[in-house]
């Protein structure tokens, strides 16, 4: 353990560490911190440093932080108190900030009454599939169009891309006409996974994100592949896949959570309710359960994205602003 | 064209066999992706146009009507509700999911402090299936223990009806489509506002912009673009509404809050009459293409 000699490695900015011996005059003297201004945003510094600026600014932090919570933190905690309260003090009036009696009977009764462990299982089941089944067809069809450039293939992109116009509600009748007989094959998919997993895989975005990730990898390691014999699908799974990951990364999660979010489509081509994902399993039995019940289910419901969005904010962000700049 | 190509072909044999081989590979790659979009996007784009001039029982053969099914939907006394309510939920999602998300991260831009718990918190409501936030204010909304009328009594306000009344179950769609859905217009501007140069601001200043004057003569001709781009597909976005209506009021009290596409899937699931509910789909989907194709034309703008 000698990296206390190893000054270099200390992060920037900082300060030095007392060179000092005599440690009694560390404590006192706490120079004015002036305001982080590496970013000149629409405020000054000069206006931010001042005593009237800064009262300004505390007093608009604390309002929003404590407005923001109110807005966006607080009916979760409301959800998540509400379904350890009783039925009785869920309808009391004035509501109880905190439950009388923590009980978990609400999650336990939710769990067995709804079955949410078919829900969860059948929504695991048709997130990963879909996953896996999205990674193997956008990256293959992205790699394609990068690299190997078919003829046709910028129409075939642009027709990919067409599809980004056409909202998916508008086609929903259609869609689902053919998921109920599929043409050609005649395969019925209705309360089948397939038909969660093939649409979800037909994603244009998709595509144009890997398509843009993978035109940036130069050509020169390709060609390199090519030269030392690999095949495409070679070049394809050792060299552009592990420099792809940030890119798959993103691509995943939005697919596994768009699958777990999404509503309307599992609606249409689920109605089983052994097939059902959890979204639609709550809506459809909702009006027949306690309300305590129906509230714990809900937040059974949401724990998988939360968790999601707990580990990979940063890449579920990145994701986001990638889908707002396309062009 | 086939001289030119044969020309080629017997100047270059091999770099052409090459190129066969290489189209072969890449549709061998491409294979899955067309499979996928064929059935899925493009097929069903094109059957939607022919069954909305369609009558089907999918056991007949199907009989061409013309305008019929367009009459049907046209006739029906909640046509105009359903229209009416989207454009009117749309005004509204767009007046408070449009203008309130470029506030925050105007706000959140300035903050030095608790930004990324703040960053954090407004998106966590995207993160929740739309299913559970839906269904989460369906009890907040509960005129007589809802959390919403609760925090209206301690304030000694009267509580409201708020889904079961004709004058405010629209309002509370929307309230519940901007909770759910703000973080990620937020986030958004948030990236647009971190790329505007602080030359710009400090220039503004220098020629005395104030605070309000340097936000609408920098701030926003510099996010003009994505503020547009936000604009369109938020349009696209809430003209869809259905979960809204479908999961809250059933389309009531009285149409007060059916929406196209609700009415939609109402021909197709509850009247049995797939081809109006196509016809109506039709519809809808040459108004949102409009706004998709200004959309797209705007995004390529911006980025080439």
């Known amino acids: 353990m000698s990296n206390i000699t190893i000054t270099p490695g200390r992060p920037a900015g900082t300060p030095p560490a007392p060179a000092g011996k005599d440690h009694r005059r560390r404590a006192p003297r706490r120079p004015r911190k002036t305001m982080n201004t590496q970013f000149r945003t629409v405020v000054s510094p000069h206006q931010l440093n001042t005593t009237r600026g800064r009262i300004i600014y505390w007093i608009v932090l604390v309002v929003v932080v404590v407005s923001f919570t109110a807005a966006f933190v607080f009916p979760l905690y409301w959800m998540i108190t509400g379904a350890m309260k009783s039925a009785e003090e869920l309808n009391a009036i004035p509501p109880t900030f905190l439950p009388e009696h923590i009980s978990f009977d609400g999650y336990l009764e939710a769990w067995d009454l709804l079955g949410l462990g078919t829900l969860l299982g059948n929504t695991a089941l048709y997130a990963g599939g879909a996953w896996l089944l999205t990674l193997a067809i956008d990256v293959t069809a992205a790699y394609a169009l990068s690299k190997l450039r078919p003829i046709f293939g910028k129409v075939i992109l642009a027709l990919m891309l067409a599809t980004l116009m056409i909202p998916p509600m508008v086609i929903m009748l259609p869609a689902y006409l053919t998921v109920k007989d599929l043409p050609i094959f005649g395969w019925n998919l209705l309360n089948t996974p397939w038909a969660i997993w093939l649409p979800a895989a037909a994603n244009g975005f998709n595509i144009f994100l890997l398509k843009r990730f993978f035109d940036s990898i130069p050509r020169e390691l390709l060609e390199a592949a090519e030269i030392d014999g690999a095949s495409p699908g070679r070049t394809l799974w050792s060299v552009v896949m592990p420099i792809s990951r940030p890119i798959l990364g993103v691509v995943s999660i939005l697919t596994v959570v768009n699958v777990w979010r999404d509503f309307v489509w599992p609606l249409l081509v689920l109605p089983d309710s052994e097939k059902m994902s959890i979204s639609i399993g709550i809506a459809s039995l909702s009006s027949q359960m306690p309300q305590n019940v129906l509230i714990a289910s809900l937040v059974i419901a949401s724990i998988p994205t939360m968790v999601v969005f707990f580990i990979f904010q940063r890449s579920i962000m990145a994701g986001l602003t990638a889908g707002s700049l396309k062009g | ?304």
Not at chain 2, 39 to 50: A, G, L, N, Q, T
Not at chain 2, 170 to 177: E, F, H, Q
Not at chain 2, 189 to 195: D, E, F, P, V
């Open chain 2, 1 to 304: 064209m086939s001289t030119p190509v044969a020309d080629r072909k017997q100047r270059q044999p091999t770099k052409r066999r090459r190129s066969v081989k290489r189209n072969l590979t890449a549709y061998g790659f491409l294979c899955g992706a067309l499979i996928c979009f064929a059935f899925f996007s493009w097929y069903p784009m094109v059957w939607e146009v022919i069954l909305s001039f369609q009558q089907t029982n999918f056991v007949d053969p199907p009989v061409w009507v013309g305008l019929e099914n367009f009459r049907t939907v046209f006739n029906d006394p909640a046509f105009a509700p359903a229209w009416i309510n989207t454009a009117l939920f749309t005004l509204l999602a767009l007046l408070c999911g449009y203008a309130i998300p470029f506030v925050i991260a105007l706000v959140l831009n300035e903050l030095r402090h608790a930004r990324a718990y703040l960053r954090f918190i407004v998106y966590l409501p995207v993160m929740l299936p739309p299913a559970v936030g839906v269904l989460l204010f369906q009890w907040f909304y509960d005129p007589d223990y809802g959390l919403f009328n609760q925090i209206l009594g301690f304030f000694s306000l009267p509580g409201l009806q708020w889904l079961n009344s004709t004058s405010t179950a629209l309002i509370s769609l929307v309230i519940v489509s901007t909770w759910m859905n703000l973080g990620s217009g937020t986030l958004i501007y948030l990236a647009a506002l971190q790329t505007i140069p602080s030359e710009l601001y400090e220039a503004a200043e220098l020629d005395g912009a104030g605070l309000f004057k340097r936000i609408r003569h920098v701030t926003i001709p510099q996010t003009k673009l994505i503020l547009l781009v936000m604009l369109m597909l938020q349009i696209v976005a809430t003209m869809q509404v259905f979960i809204e209506p479908y999961l809250l009021t059933g389309g009531g009290p009285e149409d007060a809050t059916i929406s196209v596409v609700y009415l939609m899937y109402q021909y197709a699931f509850n009247f049995g009459n797939l081809n109006a509910g196509n016809a109506l789909g039709l519809m809808l989907m040459i108004v949102l293409m409009t706004f998709s194709a200004i959309y797209l034309r705007l995004s390529r703008d911006n980025t080439v």
